[in-house]
């Protein structure tokens, strides 16, 4: 039996249909690595889907997965370093070196005061309880290498965390 079927329905179409190409990558949420299809137009991302060809997932994608567009085209993203000042009630635009050369002079500070080579019983730690880091879902394996090298490795930070789950 014939459905009714509003105008405004049939003229809908998918934001798919007129790209210039599909290109193929990975869900940067988990660990899961659910297939993508990111879709361009004028080489700008007009959707993500899930990949039909991936075994994993089939051409389909969780809630967060789906989501993904939404997180790479949104007018409300933050693309400017903002800082708030101690005890300020209000945040400022500031250049990325000088937000660069602040995270560096206070880690320098900060390490060097609470730095501890050995514990009272004379067992070596080279560490530092005061710095911590804390990673976000959408952080590759490769920037949390570093993070983990830089870090753990050269800082003697020990309490590096991070949600994702690859
Ligand atoms: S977040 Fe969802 S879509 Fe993304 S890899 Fe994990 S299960 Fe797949």
Redesign the pocket.
């Known amino acids: 039996m014939a459905q009714p079927v509003s105008r405004e329905s049939i003229e809908k179409e998918p934001r798919t249909r007129h790209a210039d190409k599909a290109v193929a990558s ?2 940067p ?6 297939s993508q299809l990111i879709y361009v137009k004028d080489k700008r991302i007009v959707d993500i889907e ?1 990949n039909p060809a991936s075994p994993i ?1 089939e051409g389909t ?2 809630p ?3 989501a993904t567009y939404q997180y790479v085209v949104n007018p409300h993203r933050v693309t400017t370093v903002r800082y708030r000042a101690p005890h300020s009630d209000h945040w400022e635009d500031r250049p990325l070196e000088w937000a660069m050369d602040r995270i560096a002079t206070l880690i320098k500070e900060t390490r060097d005061a609470t730095f501890v080579e050995r514990t009272a019983e004379g067992k070596l730690v080279n560490q530092t309880t005061a710095i911590a880091t804390l990673g976000g879902a959408t952080m590759d394996i490769e920037e949390n290498y570093l993070i983990k090298k830089l870090f753990g490795g050269g800082l003697g930070v020990v309490s590096i965390e991070n949600q994702a789950r690859i």
Not at 29 to 34: E, I, N, P, R
Request: with cysteine.
């Open positions: 990975v869900c949420y988990c660990a899961v690595g659910c899930g997932n994608l969780c967060k997965g789906a």
